[in-house]
């Protein structure tokens, strides 16, 4: 367990040394406020809820999630360092979660620095604050799912550009197959189950559910396994990357 | 220490390692010669548990390196070809990050940290982020963090290259007092290297090993061994490719430069000269004849004659 933290400490450490960090704070907070109050009217709906705001993680997560991981592995490649890391006494995977513990808690304290927001509905009116906190879940489950689609991508490559890429098309996939004015199109194109069983499979529809302020154990396993899939994905790759 | 049995590596169809066995103990430093792309990196990275062999079993300590990865490299430090190093960290915290991945922590990690650093010569540049530093101090960084646990074994892919002359000879005689109590792979393409710090001597071409023993073994077996080198004055070439040709003990004699009034002329010994016989005979010879003998050398063989003869013709053929 100690390795794995030493992983992630460098891993964050790294974020923090370099201007990603805080140019991805500032672009995170800005594009969540915008969207909110610009786009998603937060003001005019006269609604003591965040639903303007969460409403938006998919598509915001979309491109900065990939960008926030797509150097995990593909750096490591490029560098060389993958040969030093590897043949250290330590095992593939607990690099690969100690990599991935340190993407998502750099994601954890971008969605815990929006909390103004939080306030603000609270001080203007008198939310459903579990409902709330249900979306926080959420959305942090949502940007852990992303980021371990980000994890296996940039182990594909040395090229962070083509990591991005390839992670973000995969995401896109798994939000229109759930997203309504998709759905809508095909549903008369291929039988009603089939339909049903890929828009099950979308975070949007398992995201909707935190959004509703359930936490339904399904959602929550879909999650688990939208995480955990990818990962095990990354060893595969990183050991056939070897072989 | 590190036992290698009959390792073979196949990447498709290409061989790059074929059925090596080797092995290396305690106070040894085993040098790893052979000419670019022979297979050098893929043997090492086999034995560093980076790539899993194809075939046959690297042992480290007595624990199989696939088998249980984790021992094994706990008891070795690596320093991969060219250095590999995180850019975005300072010397210090590069050294700190590999200490606490080898489970050495708080005060033990502090020791470690500036132990290497003397050892290294990283003082100056410790608190300095790795991407600004030269290429010698990044290469003695990734010596620092091969040596940051003691390891009993250490395995270096080409240590000294990209260093000054200076730098060289310092990493030289840091692996020489190293290896007086551990267990040293380092392979390199520069052949006085391996004088100067290797105890023994591994050539490898093409995957497989082609001449395995000491230095001064590998030396013995070059043409040039035992031949002596003569430089002559007051007589000409022809003459003296004649008379010292007459002598018994003598093989073939080359004229190696004719420069009047000085001749230099290389004697070959029919078979291995341990008495001198063949010395005496020459300066006999330049005696009766009146020449002027300015020198008169024995050839201990030469390392970069045996490397070439044994791994060139199949770098021409290619």
Redesign the interface.
């Known amino acids: 367990m100690?390795?794995i933290w030493?992983?992630t400490k460098?891993e964050l450490?790294?974020y923090f040394?370099?201007p990603v960090a805080y140019v991805f704070l500032v672009i995170f907070l800005l594009m969540t406020g915008a969207f909110t109050f610009l786009i998603g009217q937060f003001m005019d709906r006269n609604q003591a809820t965040l639903q303007a705001f969460f409403m938006w993680h998919p598509w915001i997560y979309l491109f900065l999630v990939p960008a926030v991981g797509m150097r995990l592995w593909s750096e490591e490649r490029r560098?060389?360092?993958m040969?030093?890391l590897?043949?250290?006494?330590?095992?593939l995977w607990h690099c690969i979660i100690g990599k991935f513990l340190a993407s998502w808690l750099f994601l954890t304290l971008a969605l815990v620095m929006t909390f103004p927001i939080w306030i603000t509905v609270n001080y203007l009116g008198d939310p459903d604050n579990t409902v709330i906190v249900a979306s926080y879940i959420g959305s942090f489950f949502l940007a852990g799912a992303y980021l371990s689609i980000t994890s296996m991508t940039s182990a594909f490559t040395r090229n962070q550009v083509i990591s991005f890429i390839l992670s973000v098309v995969i995401c896109l996939f798994l939000v229109l197959c759930g997203w309504p004015p998709v759905t809508d199109v095909v549903e008369p194109l291929a039988p009603r189950w089939i339909v049903e069983f890929v828009a099950a499979s979308s975070v949007m529809t398992n995201v909707e559910q935190f959004n509703n302020g359930q936490i339904d154990s399904r959602a929550v396993i879909y999650f688990l396994s939208v995480i955990g899939f990818p990962l095990f994905a990354t060893s595969v790759i990183i050991r056939g990357l070897?072989? | 220490m590190i036992q290698v049995e009959n390792l073979t590596k196949a990447f498709g169809p290409k061989v790059a390692v074929d059925d090596v066995s080797f092995s290396v103990q305690r106070g040894e430093i085993l040098g790893f010669l052979g000419p670019n792309g022979a297979g050098k990196s893929t043997t090492m990275?086999m034995i560093?548990?980076?790539?899993?062999p194809t075939a046959g079993v690297v042992k480290v300590g007595g624990n199989d390196v696939t088998e249980k990865?984790?021992?094994a490299?706990?008891l070795?430090g690596?320093l991969?070809e060219?250095a590999?190093?995180?850019?975005?960290?300072t010397v210090e915290?590069f050294l700190g990050?590999?200490a606490?991945?080898?489970?050495i922590?708080d005060a033990d990690k502090s020791k470690a940290i500036d132990r290497a650093i003397d050892m290294c010569f990283l003082k100056s540049v410790r608190h300095q982020s790795v991407d600004t530093l030269s290429k010698g101090y990044r290469h003695r960084t990734g010596f620092a963090?091969a040596i940051i646990h003691d390891p009993d074994i250490l395995v270096m892919d080409e240590p000294t290259d990209g260093l000054d002359p200076n730098q060289k000879q310092e990493v030289r005689s840091l692996i020489r007092r190293m290896g007086q109590s551990k267990a040293i792979i380092f392979s390199t393409h520069i052949l006085e290297e391996v004088e100067a710090a290797c105890t023994r001597a591994i050539i490898i071409d093409q995957g497989k090993v082609v001449a395995n023993g000491t230095p001064n073994e590998l030396k013995a077996k070059s043409e040039l061994a035992n031949s002596y080198t003569v430089s002559v004055s007051g007589t000409e070439a022809a003459l003296v490719r004649d008379k010292l040709g007459s002598v018994i003990q003598s093989s073939k004699v080359t004229i190696v430069n004719d420069k009047p009034p000085t001749v230099v002329a290389r004697v070959f010994p029919k078979s291995a000269d341990g008495e001198g016989e063949l010395g005496r005979a020459i300066f006999d010879i330049a005696s009766q004849n009146n020449w002027k003998v300015s020198e008169i050398k024995k050839e201990e063989g030469r390392m970069d004659d045996i490397f070439r003869n044994i791994t060139l013709p199949d770098t021409q053929a290619q």
Not at chain 1, 86 to 91: A, E, R
Not at chain 2, 84 to 89: A, G, R, S, W
Request: net charge positive.
């Open positions: 100690k390795s030493t992983i460098r450490a790294g040394n370099s560098l060389g360092t040969e030093l590897l043949t250290m006494p330590i095992s070897r072989a | 990275r560093t548990g980076y790539i899993p990865p984790i021992e490299k706990r070795m690596y991969p060219s590999p190093l995180y850019t975005d960290m915290g990050f590999c606490e991945v080898r489970g922590r963090q």
